[in-house]
């Protein structure tokens, strides 16, 4: 998202090119099925970047006029002061519309990320816990993690390159290929298994590195060997196909899955490489690139980019996440004016030297990391003091995560140490029974959702009940293949005669797929039935498609009750409830249909008895759980 050229050698297709890389990243954000592949448009600013920027150095250090003071101070102008000017208006913004769920990660991965340039690294370890879709949607700076990545790029690039060019051109070149093979390998194969290849700068190097090699590449040519037009032309439409067939052919169906396969990136980087090669001012990709509102549209590209999300999230957190198809294409447009806006009132002032000089774009640099990271820290700290100033919590969100912070205070850690170790290597991960004076008689397994029906469990019943939890669906699963200790727990236990699964079963399936969830999860539950045990499914409660707490608040204030959704909202637990219902057919095991309690024949509510039941779109608060467990125990039983 970066310019740098001198004018002889501007090249005005590179903004078309970035043009053509932030729409369908604005249109994948808005929603719009037919740019569900619109994610693609942040890897073709890397490949971008990559290139501008060595193109950049090798022509300074060419000339003997390049500096890494300088070089700092260019990406100090370029990017703090429009970056500054958003936080500066969601931080204050966030206090009022946001719910205490989403407090800590926007303050934290967010204002505090984007800040000192680790919001990669921080929205990954939010990640271990979930990476959802929806939750993506209401964070208003969730985009930021891509600005961190290139920022990393910035500042250890330049040295690295110094170091190894000052012995050897030859010995960069090498260094690159091996920076760049091993990253792209490394997110083939790991690309399907964790999202943290979606945020770590390691497995994005292989683009910024396919832009640097294409730099140096066209640098190091000899220019007056050009291939033919025909080939030239040729060349770059087949790059702008490649471009292209990512964004709009997947499907609706894929878009869940399709981050982070190389099957889609790799296309979008390879058409981005023939692009910047291979469009000539003789080629027809020529004129549609350089057409000067799509390089007007490159030029704000990077402010454009920087308020969408904020535009899009915002809305969503007040008027609800299924915002009418008209109302995102305002807001797109509106994106494009606030970011003409910024570029021209923000982005070039501070690029001109007679107006900051360079101590003092270091210096309000400085301040604003200070300031923006004293906000994040101190917002955090006293959010309870904060938030409770927010109209939502006052309509009555419950926060599920202070729920879990109280759990030391309320119940008791497990009396087992074994199992009770086992938790120490997962930070996140909980312990704990309900009463300290019975023996065991029921265990929670699972992910977060197994905590927070342990939560309404432990109040219903007389039982003694366990949780045993650990973060995300991926390591909270109730497979034995995953969790041999606690299996071998339950299996040896002479006083627990029930196991209750709770996980996102949803996530869990699309993970797996069918044949290795069903399998799985059958020798796991008849391994706990052959032992003598009684196992409870309990199906995933419905995932509400608008912000909780949010209907309350719009009921309150602007009279517009926003608490239920169409049943059809259902539909995604079929194909994993098609393996319940088999299961269900083997003696001592049960399965609990949840929509029986939240939804009717039409709708599913987050509202009973006026009171709201969740604290996120699928996590249940205090209240919910208790309700929940108080209609589990008249439909079970063995609670």
């Known amino acids: 998202m970066q310019t740098g050229l001198t004018k002889t050698d501007y090249r005005p297709e590179i903004d078309g090119l970035r043009a053509l890389a932030v729409i ?52 100090a102008r370029r990017i703090l002061p429009a970056l500054f000017l958003v936080l500066l208006c969601c931080a204050p913004t966030g206090f009022f519309l946001l719910t205490p769920p989403q407090f800590e990660s926007f303050f934290i991965s967010g204002v505090l990320g984007a800040a000192t340039f680790s919001s990669n690294v921080l929205f990954a370890l939010d990640a271990a816990l979930y990476f959802d879709e929806a939750d993506s949607a209401l964070n208003p700076l969730f985009h930021v993690w891509s600005l961190a990545v290139e920022e990393q790029f910035y500042i250890f690039f330049p040295l690295i390159f110094l170091l190894l060019f000052k012995f050897s051109s030859r010995l960069f070149i090498l260094t690159a290929l091996i920076w760049v093979v091993p990253s792209a390998v490394g997110s083939f194969i790991y690309g399907d298994q964790t999202i943290q290849v979606f945020y770590i700068t390691g497995f994005r190097a292989w683009e910024l590195g396919a832009g640097v090699l294409t730099a140096i590449y066209l640098f190091k040519k000899d220019n007056d060997i050009r291939l033919s037009k025909n080939i030239d032309s040729g060349l770059s439409w087949i790059g702008l196909s490649l471009l292209a067939a990512p964004i709009f052919l997947i499907k609706s169906t894929e878009a869940s899955k399709a981050f982070p396969y190389m099957l889609y990136l790799m296309p979008a980087v390879v058409g981005t490489i023939l692009l910047i090669v291979f469009v000539t001012k003789e080629t027809f990709i020529f004129r549609i690139l350089s057409w000067r509102p799509l390089v007007g549209i490159g030029l704000i590209s990077y402010s454009t980019y920087l308020w969408h999300q904020p535009l899009f999230a915002f809305s969503r957190n007040v008027y609800g996440a299924e915002l009418p198809g008209l109302t995102l294409l305002i807001l797109a447009v509106l994106s494009l004016v606030v970011g003409f806006a910024s570029w021209k009132y923000v982005e070039r002032p501070f690029r001109d030297k007679n107006k900051f000089s360079r101590a003092s774009i270091f210096s309000l640099s400085a301040i604003g990391v200070m300031f923006f990271t004293a906000t994040a820290l101190v917002a955090v700290k006293y959010q309870d003091s904060v938030i409770i100033k927010n109209p939502i919590v006052e309509a009555g969100q419950i926060d599920f995560d202070k729920d879990i912070a109280d759990l030391p205070e309320r119940f008791v850690e497990c009396r087992d140490q074994s199992i009770l170790e086992e938790h120490v290597t997962w930070s996140s991960g909980v312990c704990f029974e309900s009463k300290s004076d019975k023996p065991l008689e029921i265990a929670v397994f699972g992910d977060s959702h197994a905590l927070h029906l342990f939560k309404g469990l432990a109040e219903h019943t007389e039982k003694n009940v366990v949780t045993l939890w650990k973060p995300g669906w991926v390591w909270g699963a109730p497979f034995v293949e995953k969790n041999q200790i606690f299996f071998d727990y339950l299996l ?29 999860l059958t020798r796991a539950v008849r391994a706990l039935t052959v032992a003598g045990k009684n196992v409870v499914l309990t199906a995933d409660v419905p995932t509400l498609n608008f912000p909780p707490g949010k209907c309350l608040f719009m009921n309150k204030a602007l009279a517009r009750p926003q608490c239920s959704m169409d049943a059809s909202i259902l539909s995604g637990q079929e194909e994993y409830l098609s393996v319940f219902h088999k299961l269900d057919e083997i003696e001592n095991v049960e399965v609990i249909l949840t929509r029986d309690f939240f939804c009717d024949e039409a709708d599913c509510h987050a509202l009973r008895q006026d009171s709201l039941l969740y604290a996120d779109h699928h996590h249940l608060n205090s209240v919910g759980s208790e309700l929940f467990v108080e209609f589990l125990a008249k439909r079970s039983e063995y609670f």
Request: hydrophobic share 45%; net charge neutral.
């Open 492 to 520: 040896e236990s002479e006083s627990i005669n029930t196991v209750i699964f709770s996980v996102w079963w949803r996530r869990l399936f699309e993970l797996e797929g069918a044949k290795n969830f069903e399998q799985k």
């Open 24 to 75: 369908p990243v604005i249109f994948f954000h808005a929603g719009f099925d037919a740019f569900r592949g619109g994610f693609v448009g942040v890897d073709i600013f890397f490949v971008i970047s990559g290139y501008l920027i060595t193109t950049i150095i090798l022509r300074e250090r060419t000339i003997g006029q390049f500096s890494l003071l300088g070089f700092y101070e260019r990406r």
